[in-house]
């Protein structure tokens, strides 16, 4: 089973600000995925990432969003005008070639003011 | 588009078995997977079946899927304490990249 990290475990953030979540997932050849969880609500599918390009977005993934592998170990997604609405756990999950399961790292708890 | 439909809560007695019921939309659904969350924790892969299996079973775990019904369900037996937490269920079609799509959760509620 990958091991995924996630940093930072908390985040807050003042509205209209720039905010960068990170996964550093621990092997290598692997799909990357951003889901969120707004508070009572379920998962929700953000983008998948697959050879350093988006494979796969929702509609919630919109221009305000951005993921990135720029030293091609962690992994991030980047919000470049928070919203009040945007407040919500973001996990990433990682998944390994030639295998279906996704892993998911702790999350990270972002709280937009 | 696809949904997955879940009861929000299930309040069993130590011991007994849990079954926390599961049904989906999109007949292209090649995985299905049931995740378990524990407060304040992420997403815990508990098992998973592929869509040309009816039952799986995994020590205190068993998965029933009905693909014409399109109805999936995770039965635990002898339920303790530390199964206390949310129960997701998720399905897939199994491409390189797709997103998985999740229910709402099931609170599984343990009494003494």
């Known amino acids: 089973e990958p091991e995924v990290t996630q940093t930072p475990s908390h985040q807050v953030t003042q509205m209209g600000q720039e905010v960068i979540l990170r996964c550093v997932p621990i092997?290598?050849?692997?799909?990357f995925y951003w889901y969120r969880q707004i508070l009572g609500q379920k998962v929700e599918f953000l983008v998948s990432f697959y050879n350093n390009e988006i494979s796969e977005k929702s509609e919630i993934f919109d221009d305000q969003f951005s993921v990135e592998r720029p030293d091609g170990s962690n992994f991030t997604l980047k919000i470049r005008s928070t919203k009040l609405e945007d407040s919500a756990m973001y996990f990433c999950?990682?998944?390994?070639?030639?295998?279906?399961?996704?892993?998911f790292g702790p999350g990270t708890r972002l709280t937009v003011l | 588009g696809e949904d997955v439909e879940q009861s929000l809560f299930l309040s069993v007695r130590e011991g007994d078995s849990s079954v926390i019921n599961c049904t989906y939309t999109d007949s292209s659904s090649t995985y299905l997977y049931w995740y378990k969350q524990e407060p304040g924790a992420g997403l815990q892969l508990l098992t998973y079946i592929f869509s040309n299996m009816d039952m799986k079973q995994d020590q205190r775990l068993t998965v029933l899927l009905n693909k014409k019904d399109k109805h999936l369900s995770l039965r635990i037996a002898d339920t303790q304490t530390g199964d206390s937490a949310i129960y997701f269920c998720a399905e897939s079609r199994g491409g390189g990249a797709d997103g998985l799509t999740f229910g709402k959760g099931t609170h599984l509620i343990i009494q003494p």
């Open positions: 092997s290598n050849h692997l799909y």
């Open positions: 999950a990682v998944r390994l070639l030639d295998y279906h399961e996704q892993f």
